[in-house]
């Protein structure tokens, strides 16, 4: 062991390295040598040493390992060391007296254990020796004298020791001679020039080539490297590591790659740093393993293996490495397709870093939000909040974790005081921050969540302050969205492109589409779907969500289910819903369709998605037993981990009191705070018998509605429905009068049913109702205005007068007709058939059923089917009257089923 201390480290300020080239020896480059094992390494040799036999390891091997014991905690290991030194000496007759006694001395002084060597009289004992003998002992005096350690100071006997194992040869000693003497120290005895000194040294490391020459190496490339003692020269310390770590020492092949990978003073070469890499990290040096894991799993300087740099980094975690442990949990976190086992990894390099002594505040984020996942959200809750508060307390500034635990310290609020102490974190993480998601939280708090809900002032501020936010995605009506296929707008592509960079899915699913409209749209869209898939943003199920928006009267696209179940199969976590919503969305379901749709629903309702349960309760018969039937298989899962929309479903079925209490503030804490939501929450409160609270909803959703004709007719229904007489009658009158000026054929309905209801105070002529009418066929879709005009037979003849003045039926489907719509062919057909009888009537009204019927319009099948029975225009023909009736009935036509059916019966009979 070597002196544990030294009394003349470094050069002084000023004093100039000096310039000496001393090269590596030309020997044969086989691994001899027994290169220091880590850290972790020796401290699990030695962990549960008994004391009674030595490891497997050579003395010199063994005396490095006690003296890094010492290094590394000299008091935690000293009784370890005393008994090994000791029973060392015993077994091994190399190792003499006077080793022993200075390896206790460097022991004792390493652990400041001082008064303690000297009442074991280890000072006496060194200083009786004779140490002329002993150039270890002589450095180790001299050290000693000249700080005065547990022995008087005396600086001549400390030089002249010095100077005797300088002479010796003493490398420690060379080279501490030879940096006094070029800061002008005075040394008397010593005439050796620094420069021949520090020679002298380096010889004397190199030696022999016997097992620690590594070590020795590495000294001397240190020096060259540092640049302290001799002048700086990085192309040779390399060469000094390199012969090194060929020689078996993969700590210096670590310095090598280390060199490389910092490309200061040589010239970087990647093949060069991979090798003597792979080196240092098969010798189990935890730094080296974690940094050629990050190039295996970036594939940067070899081919990407995710595999393999996931076991490089569990080797480098299992040793305490903090850096590899965060790099593990990150890898395990990304991965696309986790195994079982691969999740519970990583949720096991999740707990080893919340037991670092500074642990990263995301692994309490991440373990909180996957407890929430697993346990759900109100079973999971308690567990939760104490690690996003234990996250907290290491970053109070970090607006992820306050957003956590505003969302969960909301539920149960009971008072306002304590409502302004969970919301003002919020409060001054945006101010700090300015970022979007916080600002859209507090003004959802104040519009529902606060128990002065609403708190219009304040959340308005908020909704101004989103509205401001340059990080707003941009929210596009159907319109919108389908203007800008056609004819992209250069700022809002900007803007979307911008923010998928930032791991939006929303602004990428527009960019898809944008591109896909446009074909002048250039961009790199695998890049911004990564991008947008980082960030969990779901962006597959978000060009879903726009394409089912998009889809017409047929239900969204074969394609778009596709994408749909790739984005299940990808694990997107909103890619369920938007495949339940699709599916929903056809209008003809197959018992395939219907077998999926159900598969999906279970699945979601599993996970506590209350919209799921209702699709479940259609799909069972929609009546009072379907819906108790579900609402108690799944009553478990909604306590633990139910949606609002599940909370509500849950409500429907309770009575007043205090389980229902508990459901009406997890709904709050868990809703979305928009009309719907405000109006469900309304509904909610009213069958539990809290008008209060019901009408406080009901304020908090006309503040919400927008002049949206379907919305204001919602809102109409709900104010109907809950508020009493006659002001719930006289608000919703006029929230229906408002739908129709906003051009709601719905509101029209609405005002024309509600003309002879005692209630409202509805003062409608028949001038009124007529115009009521021609707003409405303008507004109505052509298959929707034979409804409408059977609606007008029913008016009085003054009405109807006054409406086929303005309107005219036939011109309308003449229009829609020639546009090609098989409705309007339907309807014009047997406008023609009633009009006239004459050979070119008839065959006008043949051509417009075939073109309809050729649509799959069922009806128009079916009298084209009369027409050539009779010879309607067409020439007779039972062949093709009983194709096109099949076809019908194909179609679904109930007459057409119904006719077959019997044809079918009769030629059976026959």
Not at 74 to 84: P, S, V
Not at 705 to 718: E, K, M, P, R, S
Request: proline share 4%; glycine share 6%.
């Amino acid at each position: 062991m070597a002196a544990t201390f030294t009394f003349h480290a470094t050069l002084s300020a000023g004093a100039e390295p000096l310039d000496i080239r001393f090269l590596p020896p030309d020997i044969s480059r086989d691994p001899i040598c027994e290169p220091r094992p880590t850290d972790d390494v020796v401290t699990a040799r030695w962990m549960d040493w008994d004391g009674s036999r030595m490891p497997d390891l050579s003395t010199s091997q063994i005396r490095r390992d006690l003296r890094l014991l010492r290094g590394i905690d000299a008091d935690r290991w000293f009784d370890t060391i005393i008994a090994a030194t000791l029973l060392l000496h015993d077994l091994d007759t190399g190792y003499s007296e006077t080793d022993m006694l200075m390896d206790h001395v460097d022991l004792h002084i390493a652990a400041g254990r001082i008064s303690d060597m000297q009442n074991a009289g280890l000072t006496e004992r060194l200083l009786a020796i004779d140490v002329s003998t002993s150039l270890r002992a002589q450095l180790l005096l001299s050290e000693m004298l000249m700080s005065g350690t547990g022995v008087p100071r005396d600086r001549e006997l400390a030089m002249s020791h010095l100077v005797s194992a300088g002479y010796g040869g003493n490398s420690e000693a060379l080279i501490v001679l030879a940096e006094m003497t070029i800061d002008g120290v005075q040394v008397p005895g010593w005439d050796i020039s620094p420069e021949v000194a520090v020679t002298l040294a380096f010889g004397s490391l190199v030696g022999g080539l016997d097992a620690a020459i590594c070590d020795r190496m590495n000294r001397i490339a240190n020096e060259f490297r540092t640049g302290t003692l001799v002048r700086q020269d990085m192309p040779l310390a390399e060469d000094w590591y390199r012969l090194s770590a060929d020689l078996g020492d993969f700590n210096a092949a670590w310095s090598v790659a280390q060199m490389h990978m910092e490309s200061n003073g040589i010239v970087k070469d990647n093949e060069t740093l991979l090798a003597y890499l792979e080196q240092a990290a098969a010798g189990g040096l935890t730094f080296a393993q974690a940094e050629l894991g990050s190039i295996y799993e970036m594939g940067a300087l070899a081919e990407q293996d995710l595999d393999l740099a996931r076991h490089l980094y569990t080797q480098a975690a299992e040793t305490g490495y903090p850096f590899a442990q965060v790099r593990l949990a990150q890898l395990l976190g990304d991965l696309d397709d986790p195994t079982p086992e691969d999740h519970a990894a990583w949720l096991q390099s999740l707990r080893a870093l919340t037991e670092l002594d500074d642990p990263p505040d995301w692994a309490f984020i991440q373990l909180g939000d996957e407890l929430l996942r697993a346990e759900g959200r109100w079973a999971g809750e308690a567990v939760a909040l104490a690690l996003y508060e234990r996250a907290h307390e290491i970053d109070p500034t970090q607006p992820l974790t306050i957003s956590r635990l505003v969302n969960l310290r909301m539920n149960g609020l009971s008072d306002y005081q304590s409502y302004l102490d969970v919301i003002g974190p919020l409060e001054r993480s945006v101010r700090i921050n300015g970022s979007n998601g916080p600002i859209v939280q507090l003004r959802n708090a104040y519009m529902c969540q606060s128990p002065r809900a609403p708190e219009v002032q304040r959340a308005r501020f908020w909704a101004a302050a989103e509205d401001m936010s340059a990080n707003l995605t941009p929210v596009l009506s159907d319109t919108d969205l389908q203007a800008a296929m056609l004819d992209p707008d250069p700022d809002l592509l900007a803007t979307v492109q911008s923010q998928t960079l930032s791991g939006r899915g929303t602004a990428f699913a527009i960019f898809v589409l944008m591109q896909e409209g446009s074909n002048s749209i250039a961009g790199d869209r695998d890049l911004l779907a990564r991008l947008a898939r980082s960030a969990d943003s779901s962006p597959m199920s978000e060009i879903g969500k726009l394409q089912i928006r998009l889809s017409g009267e047929d239900g969204p696209s074969a394609a778009t289910l596709d994408l749909l179940r790739t984005a299940v199969e990808a694990g997107e976590p909103r890619a369920r819903t938007q495949l339940l919503r699709a599916l929903i969305a056809h209008p003809h379901q197959t018992a395939d369709q219907l077998s999926e749709i159900r598969h999906v629903a279970e699945t979601l309702a599993a996970d506590g998605n209350g919209a799921a349960m209702r699709t479940l309760v259609d799909l069972d018969g929609r009546d009072a037993a379907a819906t108790n039937a579900i609402r108690l298989e799944y009553q478990n899962t909604i306590a633990a981990r139910g949606d609002f929309d599940a909370l509500v479903f849950a409500m429907e079925g309770m009575s007043a009191g205090p389980e229902a209490d508990v459901y009406v503030q997890r709904a709050r804490a868990a809703m979305d705070c928009d009309l719907l939501s405000s109006l469900e929450m309304a509904r909610a409160t009213h069958r539990l018998a809290r008008q209060s609270d019901a009408e406080t909803w009901l304020n908090i959703a006309a503040i919400l509605v927008d002049d949206v004709g379907w919305q204001l007719i919602a809102l109409g229904d709900a104010v109907l429905q809950i508020s009493g007489e006659p002001d719930g009658a006289r608000r919703a009158l006029a929230l229906f009068e408002r739908a129709v000026a906003a051009g709601d054929r719905v509101g029209i309905l609405r005002l024309l049913a509600l003309r002879d209801d005692d209630r409202f105070d509805l003062d409608l002529d028949d001038a009124g109702t007529a115009d009521l009418f021609v707003e409405l066929v303008a507004l109505t879709e052509v298959s929707g205005i034979p409804d409408v005009l059977e609606r007008l037979r029913f008016e009085s003849s003054a009405v109807q007068a006054m409406v086929t003045n303005v309107v005219d039926p036939r011109m309308i489907y003449a229009d829609a007709a020639l546009a090609g719509s098989a409705v309007a062919q339907l309807e014009l057909a047997r406008i023609v058939r009633r009009e006239g009888q004459g050979p070119d009537t008839l065959v006008r009204y043949a051509t417009l059923l075939t073109s309809a019927a050729e649509q799959g319009e069922a009806d128009a099948m079916v009298l084209l089917s009369e027409a050539y029975s009779y010879g309607l225009g067409v020439s007779p023909s039972l062949e093709a009257s009983r194709t096109w009736l099949l076809r019908a009935a194909e179609a679904g036509n109930a007459g057409a089923i119904a006719t077959v059916r019997l044809l079918t019966l009769e030629e059976t009979t026959r």
